[in-house]
Structures are given as C-alpha cells and as structure tokens.
Nanobody, 124 residues
C-alpha cells in the first residue's frame, strides 16, 4: 500500500520557520516528481513547490519563492519543505504529492498519490 505521510506542521509566529517532511512508503518515488500543495479554508488547493526526481530542478509558486526551499533524499524516500519568513497568508493544510509519470509540475491533477496533509498556522 502506497502512503505519503507529512509531518512537521504546527503553529508559528509570523517571521518564523517550519520544516515539513513527507515520507513515502509502499514504493519508491526516486524517479518521480514530488510536489507540495496547500489549501486554506474556503480556497482551492494551490501549488507551492515541486522537485524533479534527481533534485536538479526545483519550482516554486511566486508567493513562496525566496522563502521556501524544497529538497529530497531519495535514499530515505523523503521530501522536505523548509519554510522561512512565514506569513499569516501561508496558513493552510499542506499536502505532499507524487507523480507516477512526468507531467506538469504545478497541476494537482497530474499527481497520483497524496498525503493526508499537515496543518500550518501562522499567527500575526
């Protein structure tokens, strides 16, 4: 059974940092693009960041570029999202996702596996 399990969410003050982790099990994703998406209350799920299978290419939404860093450790089948300079508008449930086949990295419908999400709350 394939599982993606996120961790590292929590409550932080504006300007603070959090590091999210996404551990995969059930199959290897070492050849898959991995992504992070988020969904705030009453809003659609939106792209945050993605990383190619080798880690050579990374992609970010404009709203997080320069503040968030995505990375991966294929030996551990784990993807990370380092979030710095957090803002109240970053408050959302953050989801990890994996593609089976290479496709558009910012399209949530191109991802085949999803985690259950982890809550990030940034207070002002």
């Amino acid at each position: 059974q394939v599982q993606l399990v996120e961790s590292g969410g929590g409550l932080v003050q504006a300007g603070g940092s959090l590091r999210l982790s996404c551990a995969a099990s059930g199959r290897t994703f070492s050849r898959s693009t991995m992504g992070w998406f988020r969904q705030a209350p009453g809003k659609v799920r939106e792209f945050v960041s993605a990383i190619s299978w080798s880690g050579a290419r990374t992609y970010y939404a404009g709203s997080v570029k320069g503040r968030f860093t995505i990375s991966r450790d294929n030996a551990k089948n784990t993807v990370y999202l380092q979030m710095n300079s957090l803002k109240p508008e970053d408050t959302a449930v953050y989801y990890c996702a994996a593609q089976t086949y290479y496709s558009d990295y910012d399209d949530l419908y191109e991802y085949d596996y999803w985690g259950q999400g982890t809550q990030v709350t940034v207070s002002s």
